[in-house]
Structures are given as C-alpha cells and as structure tokens.
C-alpha cells in the first residue's frame, strides 16, 4: 500500500506540474476549450493527490 501511496503521489504531482504550464499555454494562446482541459488535468491531479495522502494516513493510523 506504500507504493501504491508513493505512486499515486509521484503521478499526481507530476500531472499537477504538467496542468499548470497547459493551462497557462492555452490562456496565452487563446484557446478556451483547452483551458478547460487543464483546468480538469489539475482537478484530476488534486484529487491523486488526495487520495494518496489518505491511504499514508491510514498506513500511519490517522497520525
């Protein structure tokens, strides 16, 4: 479950990342529908992340 957490975490962190500069892309290129996009990428990520700290809180015992 560790890894699980720990892979969760790295793949969360790296669409968040990912999310950000697309977003930012597409705001300077004008394009509306691909803000949306990243803006959905970055929920998707937020909740990766959520859901990785979650299962550490569970390992830990809710410490």
């Known amino acids: ?5 720990l892979l ?4 969360g962190a790296v669409i968040q990342v990912t ?3 697309y977003t930012f892309t597409a ?3 004008k394009r509306r529908r691909h803000i949306w ?3 959905a990428l970055f929920i ?3 909740l990766l992340l ?4 979650n299962m ?7 410490y």
């Not at 959520?50 to 700290?53: D, G, H, P, R």
């Not at 550490?56 to 809710?62: L, M, Q, Y």
């Open 27 to 29: 705001i300077v290129k």
């Open 37 to 39: 996009i990243g803006i």
């Open 1 to 5: 479950m560790e890894t699980t957490a």
């Open 50 to 53: 959520n859901q990785a700290t």
């Open 56 to 62: 550490e809180d569970r390992i830990r015992g809710g």
């Open 8 to 11: 969760l975490k790295i793949i």
């Open 19 to 21: 999310s950000i500069v």
């Open 44 to 46: 998707v990520a937020f």
